[in-house]
């Protein structure tokens, strides 16, 4: 038997943020549309986190077609949906302790993409036990993608969540590995296999509207020195998306602290050019007889 009190405080406000997520996730998901605007459901489903009583754990990320992860508008954003493959990833916090779960709306005509994913994420929560090993894990993702002819996206991989850190150890692959770690009661983790009809890889492209704080450092400019303030202050290290900050000049002091290593940058994740990438993802947390999922 393990040691680790799963009725603990941190427990009970993972459970919930995940309770939160839950509901912003599918109500989120219900108002993406042909001629909405992102900026509407990115705002939409931050707002109703803190209804809720929680907080952004990050920026939604609103990802179409091909790309994969940290899109997410900028502040006079008038980009509407069209005929696309929209993934949807949101993340929530009760005093640091976080829930991360993502779902995929087809507009595209391809929901065979859609159901990929969500069948390979059953099959990751159904094999989470203590003493399972990640790449094992990674190995039930991956058999499904092939099943339905499409590639998972191997350089991106579930992850732990500790306080205040939304993507922390141990990954977990989307696809098989004989490297990894096994999971134990009480580990916390995000597993969100990512589907492809490309080849499999993502790389950064020239969008970066998302950003978090690496370390305090003194900064000459004011501008910028009062920017990392409200970053520290606000959001700690998690991320946070340049529509946040109230001050519209901020842009500048944002490149600044960045290129001074104050800030570190999440540029948009993409696959090749044509190429569509669909995503599922649950957070749960490792029991002695499995896993229960608090984003469900």
């Not at 092939?146 to 989307?174: E, Q």
């Not at 916390?188 to 490309?198: H, L, N, Q, R």
């Not at 669909?278 to 999922?293: F, K, M, N, P, R």
């Amino acid at each position: 038997m393990s040691d680790v009190d799963l009725s603990a405080e941190k427990y009970e406000k993972y459970r919930e943020a995940g309770d939160i997520l839950a509901t912003v996730l599918e109500e989120a998901a219900d108002r993406v549309e042909v001629g909405v605007s992102h900026l509407d459901v990115a705002e939409y489903a931050e707002s109703r986190i803190e209804e809720l009583g929680g907080r952004p754990a990050f920026p939604v990320n609103i990802s179409v077609d091909s790309e994969a992860s940290h899109a997410t508008p900028s502040r006079d954003d008038e980009t509407a949906f069209g005929e696309e493959m929209v993934c949807l990833d949101i993340g929530v916090h009760v005093d640091g302790w976080i829930a991360d779960a993502a779902t995929t709306v087809d507009l595209s005509g391809n929901p065979g993409m859609v159901e990929a994913a969500e069948e390979a994420l059953e099959a990751a929560l159904d094999a989470v036990e203590p003493g399972v090993h990640t790449g094992e894990v990674g190995a039930e993702i991956e058999s499904v993608i092939d099943s339905y002819d499409l590639n998972p996206v191997v350089n991106l991989t579930g992850h732990g969540l500790a306080h205040w850190d939304a993507h922390t150890g141990p990954n977990i692959p989307n696809r098989g590995l004989d490297t990894g770690v096994e999971l134990t009661v009480g580990d916390v983790v995000a597993i969100e296999p990512f589907v492809t009809d490309g080849g499999g890889k993502v790389g950064e492209g020239s969008k970066t509207e998302i950003y978090s704080l690496v370390s305090e450092t003194s900064v000459r400019n004011r501008q910028a020195r009062e920017v990392m303030e409200t970053v520290s202050e606000t959001y700690r290290e998690l991320p946070f998306a340049a529509r946040w900050l109230d001050d519209s000049r901020a842009e500048m002091a944002l490149r600044r602290l960045t290129m001074n290593d104050v800030l570190r940058s999440y540029p948009v994740l993409k696959e090749r050019d044509g190429a569509l990438v669909s995503q599922a993802e649950h957070t749960l947390i490792v029991t002695e007889d499995g896993a229960e999922i608090t984003t469900r």
